[in-house]
């Protein structure tokens, strides 16, 4: 059964995510602010720790930081659970290495266990990796037929009025 480290200051979340992964026969251990975290994970060693940015003591970049220079507990998979849903927020954890980062308005509870599930069966490295491989791909591509489409029409505008 794998271990996993709720790490939340919103007592209705952390409570609503241990209790839907207990279901899922997940050990679970919580904390409540970036301290304590660090604290627990040391002490308890967690397979997975599902981390909130913005708390008190230490924010979750800072927790995610120490775990990943933290020989004992560096290899610990983490997802990142956070309101900030910024580009630049979400480069900041995965130039720290995380594994997923996901934002608490654009899942749902389903989506969070599928997610823990996916990060659990693979490795750390590959899943950190991949994203930020794919991301930077995905952009060009996503924007150049967006690009080439205006061009089109910005060039056949100016031959269409010859009143030069």
Do not use: C, W
């Amino acid at each position: 059964m794998a271990k996993i480290l709720i790490v939340e200051d919103d007592i209705s979340l952390r409570d609503v995510y241990a209790a839907r992964l207990e279901a899922e026969n997940y050990q679970i251990v919580l904390a409540e602010n970036g301290e304590q975290a660090l604290a627990v994970a040391v002490k308890e060693r967690p397979d997975l720790i599902l981390l909130d940015v913005m708390m008190p003591k230490i924010s979750g970049f800072d927790v995610l930081d120490i775990i990943r220079t933290t020989p004992e507990i560096a290899h610990t998979k983490v997802i990142m659970m956070t309101a900030l849903s910024s580009p630049e927020d979400k480069e900041r954890g995965e130039k720290l290495g995380v594994d997923r980062y996901l934002v608490k308005s654009q899942v749902i509870l389903e989506e969070v266990v599928s997610t823990i599930a996916e990060v659990l069966s693979g490795p750390a490295a590959i899943d950190s990796v991949a994203p930020q491989a794919s991301n930077t791909p995905a952009p060009p591509p996503v924007a150049t037929p967006n690009q080439q489409q205006p061009s089109a029409t910005t060039v056949s505008q100016p031959p269409t009025p010859p009143q030069a």
